[in-house]
Structures are given as structure tokens and as C-alpha cells.
């Protein structure tokens, strides 16, 4: 099956699994925040941070190790995938092991970064802090299965059984919250459904690939091993870069305001991961594709593909920046009240980040397809001091919007570093372009932007679902317009245009 028909296939799964996900979060959500409160909202939001910062351990030998798959799997080499799972195997299952400890050891210390938890104990944050832990330790002796189905480009298999088991946890959760109306219960009922989860998972790809189960399975050679260890090393700085950078606002946020701020922020970020989900299937589905495109075919062919690939996520991550900065707000305040909403100016740094984040999301796809590991691996270990050092001075002086300054800043530095890196390494070329194209794509953005607040600022005065619906129309047309009028002759958008038409 070719490349483009393995990644229209992963994206119609993928497009299928988040539609029923998103809007089973959003029930639950409510369901949530109705039963339990916005506290027990941000309690949640903190432990996952906390678990993601403990992953660390995994230190990038996920990525190193698929990148390792596309080769064999292109070959149809059995004995080396054999071997390479080996490998795998045997380093996730001491990762469980290290996330385990990590975690237990980090009990003694939950109490300094949680901040006005309200009428919850600290006993009882224990036990749900420990529920997350097992979540996660367990994950890793089944994680590792997936990467063979996704290096032979077969990513609905984990986007489809990740969609059914959310739909069913969070289907029963909702029962349970307005059943019993315990915190404890809803986790209790997560971690079981996700447990038979993973059992499943064992099974099926045990099926799917029974040579997985072989004995005989040869040791990778030194020569084989060496480029691995070299990518994982690199992938180690960058998995502490990254991990610093996106998972430490929810924990600076508790420590420094208080947790209930980690639930008010979870709302948007429920709204803007369950949107960017939709973008990132297609994004995601075709990075296998990368891996066998750069394996395979000429310099000049990866980089027409790569330009096609960055003109698609300038247009999508453009169009939902605007959508996101006009429609946010009015929708957080249809749904679950005024007193859920955060200040004008912190939506704006938010919003300004995930733009860029979609620019960065296009580079690091296709560097991590193209093997690129090494070259740029201090810049996340930059990035996350400067992240780090500025966001807690400035939450100490002007509060939550000195937390997404940091944010802001440090994404522009890998914003404006990683291109001239990728391009040298992997297209030959310096990359200028690559900024050209950048300020080309930001100029309708910009003029969709300054309208459509104008027309917000006169439609959005009663607060009503008919000024909402008018303000979508409008978000949908304007943007979408702008962009065709400026882009609709280029050999880009004509490429898209003949995939999407035939």
C-alpha cells in the first residue's frame, strides 16, 4: 500500500476515534466539574504534569528505537525487527521499573507543590497521586508493541484502540461520578479500564506478530547498536529539554498560585489538545511515511513533500490560532459560566504559543522521521532554563501571564533555531527560505486576526448562542477566504488540492 493511502487511512480513523472522544470529554467534563468541582479538576491536571515529568526516565528511546524500525520494516528483515523489539522490551520494562521508584520516592514532597487544595487531604492526594503513578508504570509493559504497527505505517491500529477504550472509560466514568460522586471511585474506574486495555494489547499484537514470541531472536551487533545509543543520547537531552518545557507550567501554577488555577487552565487546554488532536492525526500519520520517504527517495523529493507538509500546517494551525482567539472565551462562557474564564491577556500568550508550536510541530516531525537527533539536542536543555527561570520570576511579580511569557519565549528559540539545522542536515540548504515562507504565511493571519476581533468586539455583546454561531460563521469564512485568495495558486496548495480530489 502506498504512502499517501496508509496516511489517508490513518487519518479517517484518526478523524473518527477524536470526534467520539472529544465530545465524550466534553460530557464528562461537565459531569466533572458539576459532581466534583474546579479543585479536584486541577488536582487531576497536576498529577498528570507530575507523571509526565517522572517519564523522563523514558529519555527518548521510544523515538530512537522506532526511527530504528523503518529500515527493517522497509526491508522486510524479521530477524533484525526481532532483535530490535528485543532491545526495546528489555528498556521499557526497566523504565517501569525507575518510573516506579521515582515516584514513591516523590510522595514525601506533593505537599510543597500543591497550594490551597481546599477541603482535600493530604492522605487522600497520596492515594490519587498513587493510582496516576500505577497508571503510568503500568503503560510502559505494553507501550513499546505499538511502534511496529506504526514503522509499517498502521497508526489507526493505536489510534483505534486508544479512541474505544477513552470512549468506554470515560462512558462509565460519568456513571460513577453521578453515582457516587467520588474522585477516588472515578480513578479507581479509569485505572481498571485501562489495565484491561493493555492486557488486551499484549494479546492482540502477539497475534499480529507471533515471531514477537520467538526465542531464538539474535543480538543486535555493535555496529547496529551504536547509531542507537547515539540517537538516544541525543534524545535524552532533548526528552529533559521538552519535558521542562511542557509539563512544568501546571506545577509552577499549584506551587506559586494555586491548584485551582490548574483546573480553570485544563478547560482551554480540554478545547485547544481536543482541536489540535484533529490537526495532529494527519500530522502524525504521515511521519512513518517520512521515515520510509527519507529511506527511500532523492533530497529534492523529500523537500517539495516537506514544503507541501509545512503549507498544510501553516493553514491549519493559522486558521485554528484565529478560530481559538476569537471563539474561546465566548465558548467557555456558554458552557460552563464567566466564572471559568481566565484573564484576555493570558489567552493571548496561549494562543501565540500554540501558533508557533504548529510551525515547531512540522519541523520536529520530519526530523525525527529524518533521524535527526543530535545536531540540536542542547537547544531543549536552553529552552527548558529559560523556560524555567522565567516563568517563576515573573509568576512572582505579575502572576499566571508571567508563566506562558516563559512559555512564549523559549518556544522561539527552537522556533528560530531548529529550521536552519534541519534544513542543513537534511535538504542541504540554508534554510532563509524557510523564514521567508514564514512571514508570507503571517501576513493574512494577521489581517483575519484584526478583523474578526473587530467584528467580535461589535457582535459578542449579549453573550448569546445566536452571537456565537454568527461569530463561527464568520471565523469559518474569513480566514479560509483570505488564505485561498493568497495561496490558492501555489504548487503547495495545488498538490493538496489533487490528493483531497482524487
Given at each position: 500500500?502506498?504512502?499517501?493511502?496508509?496516511?489517508?487511512?490513518?487519518?479517517?480513523?484518526?478523524?473518527?476515534?477524536?470526534?467520539?472522544?472529544?465530545?465524550?470529554?466534553?460530557?464528562?467534563?461537565?459531569?466533572?466539574?458539576?459532581?466534583?468541582?474546579?479543585?479536584?479538576?486541577?488536582?487531576?491536571?497536576?498529577?498528570?504534569?507530575?507523571?509526565?515529568?517522572?517519564?523522563?526516565?523514558?529519555?527518548?528511546?521510544?523515538?530512537?528505537?522506532?526511527?530504528?524500525?523503518?529500515?527493517?520494516?522497509?526491508?522486510?528483515?524479521?530477524?533484525?525487527?526481532?532483535?530490535?523489539?528485543?532491545?526495546?522490551?528489555?528498556?521499557?520494562?526497566?523504565?517501569?521499573?525507575?518510573?516506579?521508584?521515582?515516584?514513591?520516592?516523590?510522595?514525601?514532597?506533593?505537599?510543597?507543590?500543591?497550594?490551597?487544595?481546599?477541603?482535600?487531604?493530604?492522605?487522600?492526594?497520596?492515594?490519587?497521586?498513587?493510582?496516576?503513578?500505577f497508571n503510568t508504570v503500568s503503560t510502559y509493559f505494553v507501550a513499546?508493541?505499538?511502534?511496529?504497527?506504526?514503522?509499517?505505517?498502521?497508526?489507526?491500529?493505536?489510534?483505534?484502540?486508544?479512541?474505544?477504550?477513552?470512549?468506554?472509560?470515560?462512558?462509565?466514568?460519568?456513571?460513577?461520578?453521578?453515582?457516587?460522586?467520588?474522585?477516588?471511585?472515578?480513578?479507581?474506574?479509569?485505572?481498571?479500564?485501562?489495565?484491561?486495555?493493555?492486557?488486551?494489547?499484549?494479546?492482540?499484537?502477539?497475534?499480529?506478530?507471533?515471531?514477537?514470541?520467538?526465542?531464538?531472536?539474535?543480538?543486535?551487533?555493535?555496529?547496529?547498536?551504536?547509531?542507537?545509543?547515539?540517537?538516544?543520547?541525543?534524545?535524552?537531552?532533548?526528552?529533559?529539554?521538552?519535558?521542562?518545557?511542557?509539563?512544568?507550567?501546571?506545577?509552577?501554577?499549584?506551587?506559586?498560585?494555586?491548584?485551582?488555577?490548574?483546573?480553570?487552565?485544563?478547560?482551554?487546554?480540554?478545547?485547544?489538545?481536543?482541536?489540535?488532536?484533529?490537526?495532529?492525526?494527519?500530522?502524525?500519520?504521515?511521519?512513518?511515511?517520512?521515515?520510509?520517504?527519507?529511506?527511500?527517495?532523492?533530497?529534492?523529493?523529500?523537500?517539495?513533500?516537506?514544503?507541501?507538509?509545512?503549507?498544510?500546517?501553516?493553514?491549519?494551525?493559522?486558521?485554528?490560532?484565529?478560530?481559538?482567539?476569537?471563539?474561546?472565551?465566548?465558548?467557555?462562557?456558554?458552557?460552563?459560566?464567566?466564572?471559568?474564564?481566565?484573564?484576555?491577556?493570558?489567552?493571548?500568550?496561549?494562543?501565540?504559543?500554540?501558533?508557533?508550536?504548529?510551525?515547531?510541530?512540522?519541523?520536529?516531525?520530519?526530523?525525527?522521521?529524518?533521524?535527526?537527533?543530535?545536531?540540536?539536542?542542547?537547544?531543549?536543555?536552553?529552552?527548558?532554563?529559560?523556560?524555567?527561570?522565567?516563568?517563576?520570576?515573573?509568576?512572582?511579580?505579575?502572576?499566571?501571564?508571567?508563566?506562558?511569557?516563559?512559555?512564549?519565549?523559549?518556544?522561539?528559540?527552537?522556533?528560530?533555531?531548529?529550521?536552519?539545522?534541519?534544513?542543513?542536515?537534511?535538504?542541504?540548504?540554508?534554510?532563509?527560505?524557510?523564514?521567508?515562507?514564514?512571514?508570507?504565511?503571517?501576513?493574512?493571519?494577521?489581517?483575519?486576526?484584526?478583523?474578526?476581533?473587530?467584528?467580535?468586539?461589535?457582535?459578542?455583546?449579549?453573550?448569546?448562542?445566536?452571537?456565537?454561531?454568527?461569530?463561527?460563521?464568520?471565523?469559518?469564512?474569513?480566514?479560509?477566504?483570505?488564505?485561498?485568495?493568497?495561496?490558492?495558486?501555489?504548487?503547495?496548495?495545488?498538490?493538496?488540492?489533487?490528493?483531497?480530489?482524487?
Open positions: 500500500m502506498s504512502r499517501v493511502a496508509n496516511a489517508s487511512r490513518n487519518i479517517m480513523f484518526g478523524y473518527l476515534g477524536s470526534i467520539v472522544t472529544l465530545a465524550a470529554s466534553f460530557i464528562s467534563r461537565s459531569v466533572f466539574i458539576y459532581t466534583l468541582g474546579v479543585t479536584y479538576l486541577g488536582v487531576n491536571g497536576l498529577f498528570t504534569s507530575v507523571l509526565s515529568v517522572l517519564s523522563l526516565a523514558e529519555l527518548g528511546i521510544g523515538t530512537a528505537m522506532n526511527f530504528s524500525l523503518y529500515k527493517p520494516v522497509a526491508l522486510g528483515d524479521i530477524e533484525t525487527i526481532k532483535a530490535l523489539m528485543k532491545l526495546y522490551r528489555r528498556a521499557y520494562k526497566a523504565i517501569a521499573l525507575i518510573i516506579a521508584l521515582l515516584g514513591l520516592s516523590a510522595v514525601p514532597f506533593l505537599k510543597f507543590i500543591i497550594k490551597e487544595p481546599g477541603s482535600i487531604t493530604m492522605n487522600e492526594l497520596t492515594i490519587y497521586y498513587l493510582v496516576f503513578l513499546y508493541k505499538y511502534s511496529l504497527s506504526n514503522a509499517e505505517q498502521k497508526n489507526y491500529i493505536q489510534t483505534n484502540i486508544h479512541a474505544v477504550t477513552r470512549v468506554v472509560s470515560l462512558g462509565v466514568q460519568i456513571v460513577v461520578l453521578l453515582m457516587f460522586k467520588s474522585f477516588l471511585i472515578y480513578l479507581l474506574t479509569g485505572a481498571a479500564i485501562e489495565l484491561l486495555q493493555k492486557i488486551y494489547v499484549s494479546l492482540f499484537f502477539n497475534r499480529m506478530y507471533p515471531y514477537l514470541l520467538d526465542n531464538n531472536v539474535k543480538e543486535l551487533t555493535k555496529d547496529q547498536k551504536k547509531p542507537i545509543v547515539t540517537n538516544i543520547k541525543a534524545l535524552a537531552i532533548h526528552k529533559i529539554g521538552s519535558i521542562s518545557v511542557h509539563q512544568t507550567d501546571n506545577i509552577i501554577i499549584s506551587s506559586f498560585i494555586n491548584v485551582a488555577t490548574v483546573g480553570l487552565l485544563s478547560n482551554y487546554n480540554l478545547i485547544i489538545t481536543g482541536i489540535t488532536g484533529f490537526i495532529n492525526i494527519i500530522f502524525n500519520s504521515v511521519i512513518s511515511g517520512f521515515g520510509n520517504l527519507v529511506a527511500t527517495e532523492s533530497k529534492e523529493k523529500q523537500y517539495y513533500l516537506f514544503k507541501v507538509y509545512r503549507f498544510l500546517g501553516f493553514w491549519l494551525y493559522g486558521f485554528t490560532s484565529i478560530a481559538f482567539l476569537i471563539l474561546i472565551t465566548p465558548f467557555i462562557q456558554l458552557w460552563i459560566g464567566k466564572e471559568m474564564i481566565l484573564p484576555n491577556i493570558v489567552i493571548y500568550l496561549i494562543i501565540a504559543n500554540y501558533y508557533f508550536m504548529g510551525h515547531r510541530i512540522v519541523i520536529n516531525n520530519f526530523k525525527t522521521a529524518a533521524g535527526i537527533f543530535d545536531s540540536d539536542k542542547y537547544i531543549s536543555l536552553v529552552q527548558a532554563a529559560v523556560n524555567l527561570v522565567v516563568s517563576i520570576l515573573l509568576v512572582q511579580k505579575i502572576g499566571l501571564p508571567g508563566i506562558f511569557i516563559g512559555t512564549v519565549v523559549q518556544g522561539l528559540i527552537s522556533t528560530f533555531t531548529r529550521p536552519f539545522i534541519v534544513f542543513r542536515q537534511a535538504f542541504g540548504r540554508n534554510g532563509i527560505e524557510y523564514y521567508i515562507d514564514s512571514l508570507k504565511y503571517l501576513f493574512p493571519i494577521v489581517i483575519a486576526t484584526v478583523l474578526l476581533n473587530f467584528l467580535k468586539n461589535t457582535i459578542w455583546v449579549q453573550n448569546s448562542i445566536l452571537e456565537f454561531i454568527v461569530l463561527f460563521v464568520l471565523v469559518m469564512i474569513i480566514p479560509n477566504a483570505l488564505f485561498l485568495i493568497s495561496f490558492g495558486r501555489s504548487s503547495e496548495f495545488n498538490y493538496l488540492k489533487n490528493i483531497v480530489l482524487a
